[in-house]
């Protein structure tokens, strides 16, 4: 019932994970470079390096612990659902039942999927959380290689936007550089998705770059503002 792992498995982390890293980091490069444009002081490469490596750490630590603690809750929750399914079987056939006629099959073929589902109360809990409420089944393997996915995925793609600032650029190319990097970053992760899902090449770079631009153009009007 399980498949041996790949990428589009762990597409989600990847995607996550790398696109919070790049808009965690630039957000520090944009406030900043915000801030100075409107005379806010000087854009310090130091300040930057210093908050938005912290940022970058600490932010994926955060979110490879957050993935694997809600991959551990949703295993949880079959289980639950596994021992409520063998106390009282019917109400659990009858809630996937009343589902499955939502999405228009008849009162009969739905009663008879839904029967048939609950002969495995594996199975069933899955099926009820994923496509009744909605939550992601995190498998029977080992849930750290989530977390660490998550982990590796948010430093690397992050730790893009600040590449200038690392690599000591001169002041007044570094945030023109910043920018360029990150919608690098940004396009590389549309690409991975692309080869991952198969979906449209433009559209899943396009997707990707336009929501990434979105909260880096925030972030440099909050910077504005606040230096205003």
Request: with cysteine.
């Amino acid at each position: 019932m399980f498949a041996r792992p790949n990428l589009t498995d762990h597409l989600k982390q990847i995607v996550y994970g790398g696109n919070d890293g790049i808009v965690t980091t630039f957000a520090i490069v944009a406030g900043y470079a915000g801030a100075n444009a409107e005379g806010g002081g000087e854009l310090a490469t130091l300040a930057v390096l210093v908050f938005g490596l912290a940022n970058l750490f600490a932010d994926a630590t955060s979110m490879g612990l957050g993935e694997f603690l809600s991959a551990r809750a949703a295993r949880d929750m079959i289980r639950r659902r596994q021992a409520r399914l063998s106390r009282d079987p019917s109400a659990q056939i009858g809630a996937l039942t009343r589902h499955l006629k939502g999405h228009g099959l008849s009162t009969l073929d739905a009663t008879t999927m839904a029967t048939l589902a609950a002969k495995s109360p594996g199975l069933m809990a899955e099926i009820t959380l994923s496509q009744v409420e909605g939550l992601e089944d995190p498998g029977q393997g080992a849930l750290w290689p989530r977390a660490l996915i998550t982990f590796l995925s948010f430093v690397s793609f992050g730790v893009i936007p600040i590449l200038p600032y690392i690599l000591g650029l001169p002041g007044p190319d570094q945030f023109t550089a910043a920018v360029a990097a990150t919608v690098l970053a940004l396009t590389l992760l549309g690409l991975l998705r692309h080869v991952a899902t198969r979906a449209g090449l433009w559209r899943a770079i396009g997707e990707t770059v336009f929501l990434g631009g979105i909260c880096a153009v925030v972030a440099y009007a909050v910077g504005v503002i606040v230096a205003g």
